[in-house]
């Protein structure tokens, strides 16, 4: 069965530091991946998804990128965080086999 | 795009008692509509889903009806109990093609009193 992983799990960065989410999957190949957002009791924001090696596409200007080295790999990251960007970040797949996606564990972020 | 919008936004009900929890979407093509429930601190678990092809589906104490006309679904847990307090979210997402996106409404924090 697919599994999601990513990390790391919480961290603490300051206002302009740079930001690196990373995201694996196990258990499929050639899946579609996405990262979401969700501030503090908020809803899940899309911010990008891909649909393979290279292929990104991005739901909200912002100040974050995504980008996809490998099949199975995700990396979201930012040259200058905000404080705004806090927020817990969930990187998620696609299972093809039930038109269903899962999410990985998250990472909390807190920008100071 | 998609948009899917989620009521109540908190729901509180007694142990025992039924909960319900709308959405609405507003693509005409979305064919599939998943329900997540979303523990404090942790990741959105599936618990239920439908695809347009169906108007209900039942899974023990939790139900989901959908209807394609008017383009709403619903969640129904029955006999709710303490460990059903969380957040709940509804999506809407069409087909398997490349660009596959789930939308996901505002959620409902779900509040069991025992």
């Not at chain 1, 069965?1 to 790391?8: A, V």
């Not at chain 2, 509509?33 to 239920?48: A, D, M």
């Not at chain 2, 619903?74 to 087909?95: K, M, N, W």
């Given at each position: 069965?697919?599994?999601?992983?990513?990390?790391?799990?919480?961290?603490?960065?300051?206002?302009?530091?740079?930001?690196?989410?990373?995201?694996?999957?196990?258990?499929?190949?050639?899946?579609?991946?996405?990262?979401?957002?969700?501030?503090?009791?908020?809803?899940?924001?899309?911010?990008?998804?891909?649909?393979?090696?290279?292929?990104?596409?991005s739901?909200?200007?912002?100040?974050?990128?995504?980008?996809?080295?490998?099949?199975?790999?995700?990396?979201?990251?930012?040259?200058?965080?905000?404080?705004?960007?806090?927020?817990?970040?969930?990187?998620?797949?696609?299972?093809?086999?039930?038109?269903?996606?899962?999410?990985?564990?998250?990472?909390?972020?807190?920008?100071? | 795009?998609?948009?899917?919008?989620q009521?109540?936004?908190?729901?509180?009900?007694?142990?025992?008692?039924?909960?319900?929890?709308?959405?609405?979407?507003?693509?005409?093509?979305s064919?599939?509509?998943?329900?997540y429930?979303?523990?404090?601190?942790?990741?959105?678990?599936?618990?239920?889903?439908?695809?347009?092809?169906?108007?209900?589906?039942?899974?023990?104490?939790?139900?989901?009806?959908?209807?394609?006309?008017?383009?709403?679904?619903?969640?129904?847990?029955?006999?709710?109990?303490?460990?059903?307090?969380?957040?709940?979210?509804?999506?809407?997402?069409?087909?398997?093609?490349?660009?596959?996106?789930?939308?996901?409404?505002?959620?409902?924090?779900?509040?069991?009193?025992?």
């Amino acid at each position: 069965s697919q599994t999601i992983h990513q990390w790391p799990a919480t961290l603490v960065q300051p206002v302009g530091s740079p930001l690196s989410l990373e995201c694996t999957v196990e258990g499929t190949s050639n899946p579609n991946l996405y990262w979401y957002r969700q501030a503090a009791g908020r809803g899940l924001q899309l911010l990008f998804y891909s649909v393979g090696i290279g292929q990104i596409s991005s739901e909200v200007p912002q100040n974050l990128s995504a980008s996809r080295p490998q099949d199975r790999q995700f990396i979201l990251s930012s040259k200058k965080l905000l404080l705004s960007d806090s927020g817990f970040y969930l990187c998620a797949g696609l299972h093809r086999a039930g038109n269903t996606i899962y999410f990985g564990e998250g990472s909390w972020l807190t920008v100071v | 795009g998609e948009n899917v919008e989620q009521h109540p936004s908190t729901l509180s009900v007694q142990e025992g008692d039924s909960a319900v929890i709308k959405c609405t979407y507003s693509d005409s093509a979305s064919n599939y509509f998943p329900w997540y429930k979303q523990e404090l601190g942790k990741r959105p678990q599936l618990i239920i889903d439908i695809r347009s092809n169906v108007g209900e589906k039942k899974d023990q104490r939790i139900a989901v009806t959908l209807n394609k006309t008017a383009k709403h679904f619903s969640l129904h847990i029955t006999e709710t109990q303490p460990e059903d307090s969380a957040v709940y979210f509804c999506a809407a997402s069409r087909g398997m093609d490349s660009s596959y996106k789930l939308i996901f409404g505002s959620g409902t924090r779900l509040l069991v009193r025992p």
